[in-house]
């Protein structure tokens, strides 16, 4: 059964950084396009950065020249790098296989930014 853990969030004011982190355990990580996740309140979960197993990445325009995705196969890690952060980031961020090419694994408990003054 594949445990995805994600850490590394909190409280940062705006234009401020955070380094997330996911671990994945119970899969061939690098077989597949990871990709990050964030809720926020009152919203559905969407997508917002995906990167392959041969590196290339994507995002969606919100977040484009701010956030950076990168993975560690041999560490089954993915991580996302979150730069010039604003209050409308503010969310649980999740990490997950990319859900238009594969089915998702269940979610693990997510990490919380929050981005305020």
């Known amino acids: 059964q594949v445990q995805l853990v994600e850490s590394g969030g909190g409280l940062v004011q705006p234009g401020g950084s955070l380094r997330l982190s996911c671990a994945a355990s119970g899969t061939r990580f690098s077989l597949y396009t990871m990709g990050w996740y964030r809720q926020a309140p009152g919203k559905q979960r969407e997508l917002v950065a995906t990167?392959?197993?041969?590196?290339?990445?994507n995002y969606t325009d919100s977040v484009k020249g701010r956030f950076t995705i990168s993975r560690d196969n041999a560490k089954n890690t993915v991580s996302l790098q979150m730069n010039s952060l604003r209050p409308e980031d503010t969310a649980v961020y999740y990490c997950n296989r990319d859900q238009r090419l594969w089915t998702l694994w269940s979610w693990g408990r997510g990490t919380e930014v929050t981005v305020s003054s």
């Open positions: 990167i392959s197993s041969g590196r290339s990445t």
